[in-house]
């Protein structure tokens, strides 16, 4: 089965632009998860879909972050303005059912944000 | 509140070596445990798991993990490291009274001397 797909690889922007990362999960996955993986961290979960309703966001920063997964499938993170501590690996990953489910998460290859 | 703790950062052995890296838990309910590997500029891939049963878990790769609920600990092991064993190695705990979200350890980089 093809895995998770995530665009851009890497993103170099100035502090204040805007940038917006997109990813694709696993054919049927209903659960979606942005992470946010600083330097020398484990991940951090940003925000997790179950099909198109959000689950959690509560470690989302609301200001400047947003996302959505429209119709279900695809979804998109958005930071909007950036900051220089927003560098940092952002992973999309899915899984095929939520709460209560030993279910894997299946990661994407991730997108590298440098922030100048 | 669930949480993880990886004990450690750096951890290096030779190649042939006993591999062992560190793993403890905190929850308020029987957990889900898992074992992630980074190679760089990759994505997490999934080493093995502890749902329920058995308690120790066979993965991928050779690498095994013992639940011990008395001392609250996930250790992974490995009985002879390989050069291709180098990695960074994620402990992570589900949460599925949470909406089954992972928190994750803040990893392991293993390095493997010739």
């Known amino acids: 089965e093809a895995g998770v797909a995530q665009s851009p690889r890497y993103k170099i922007i100035e502090k204040r632009q805007s940038v917006a990362f997109w990813c694709n999960p696993i054919s049927g996955h209903a659960t979606l998860y942005w992470y946010q993986q600083i330097l020398g961290q484990g991940p951090k979960l940003l925000i997790q879909f179950q099909n198109n309703g959000v689950v959690d966001d509560s470690q989302l920063p609301k200001d400047r972050f947003s996302a959505e997964r429209l119709k279900g499938v695809d979804s998109t993170l958005k930071i909007q303005p950036a900051k220089l501590e927003d560098s940092a690996v952002y992973l999309c990953?899915?899984?095929?059912?939520?709460?209560?489910?030993?279910?894997?998460?299946?990661f994407g290859n991730g997108t590298r944000l440098t922030v100048t | 509140a669930q949480s993880v703790t990886q004990l450690g950062s750096h951890v290096s052995v030779s190649e042939g070596a006993l591999v062992l890296l560190r793993c403890n838990y905190s929850s308020s309910v029987p957990p889900y445990l898992f074992w992630y590997v980074q190679y760089p500029n990759q994505g997490l891939q999934l080493l093995l798991k502890?749902?329920?049963?058995?308690?120790l878990v066979k993965g991928i790769n050779g690498f095994e993990a013992e639940f011990k609920k008395s001392e609250t600990s996930f250790h992974l092991t490995k009985p002879s490291a390989h050069m291709s064993d180098a990695a960074e190695y994620f402990c992570a705990v589900r949460s599925y009274n949470q909406g089954g979200k992972l928190i994750f350890g803040q990893g392991t980089e293993l390095s493997v001397k010739p």
């Open positions: 502890y749902t329920t049963g058995a308690t």
């Open positions: 990953a899915s899984s095929q059912r939520t709460g209560g489910s030993n279910s894997p998460l299946h």
